[in-house]
């Protein structure tokens, strides 16, 4: 049973938007969580992290939201840009557990 | 800068043959993991490692074993390869549980 989903294989976006990626978890235990993101023929890359203590983490044009009553987290993408189209994969420790990923295609 | 390298790219195999993906870790990291990646799945967790000589199951482990000998490197082992086995393995290591990972470039296999 995935403790972790992404229920969106894919988002196409226009270069300047915003691109909204969600994840949904199982656990209200997991107090960790970190978003990857994944060109083709490499490996994926740690983007961006947020703890359960807070509700909003910010790293330049990414935003990350987590809203634990719903055990709901987003990524936000402001402004979207074509080099950000790739594979983005939301994750739990331990281990760490991986969603299905959503594939995001930002269009000049 | 860290850097998780993989024995190969690319790898083909005959179904019943043992198979050996190695990874090596140049940033003394405690904790290694091996992932398989396919179509609409995802990254999945096959086992990991937070010490030498310790390996612990993830989410798929049948038909896969691991050896960490020694700290930077971790191996799976497929001891006999199945066609379903055809995946993408993904090799990563962290400094500590929990935290962010450190990708390899990942090895595509096909079993035959």
């Known amino acids: 049973d995935q403790q972790v989903k992404q229920n969106s294989p894919s988002l196409s976006v226009q270069e300047g938007r915003i691109s909204i990626l969600n994840c949904d978890y199982t656990?209200?235990?997991?107090?960790?969580f970190l978003w990857y993101k994944k060109y083709p023929a490499e490996g994926p890359t740690f983007l961006i992290s947020?703890?359960?203590?807070?509700d909003k983490n910010e790293d330049g044009r990414f935003t990350v939201f987590l809203n634990k009553s719903a055990k709901h987290l987003s990524l936000h993408i402001v402004p979207s840009q074509p080099g950000d189209s790739a594979v983005y994969f939301c994750?739990?420790?331990?281990?760490?557990?991986f969603g299905a990923g959503t594939r995001l295609t930002v269009k000049p | 800068d860290v850097k998780v390298t993989q024995s190969s790219r690319y790898l083909v195999k005959r179904t019943g043959e043992k198979v050996f993906l190695e990874c090596v870790q140049d940033?003394?990291?405690?904790?290694m993991f091996w992932y398989r990646q396919d179509p609409g799945l995802g990254l999945r967790l096959i086992y990991f490692?937070?010490?030498?000589?310790?390996?612990e199951k993830g989410d798929i482990p049948e038909g896969y074993s691991v050896s960490r000998e020694k700290k930077e490197r971790f191996s799976l082992i497929l001891e006999s390869a199945s066609t379903n086995q055809t995946s993408m393995y993904l090799c990563?290591?962290?400094?500590?549980?929990?935290?962010?990972?450190?990708f390899g470039p990942g090895t595509r296999l096909t079993v035959l």
């Open positions: 990563a290591s962290s400094l500590g549980r929990g935290l962010e990972q450190f």
């Open positions: 656990n209200s235990m997991f107090d960790y």
């Open positions: 947020i703890s359960s203590i807070k």
């Open positions: 994750a739990v420790p331990p281990g760490m557990r």
């Open positions: 940033m003394d990291h405690e904790n």
């Open positions: 490692s937070y010490d030498v000589k310790m390996k």
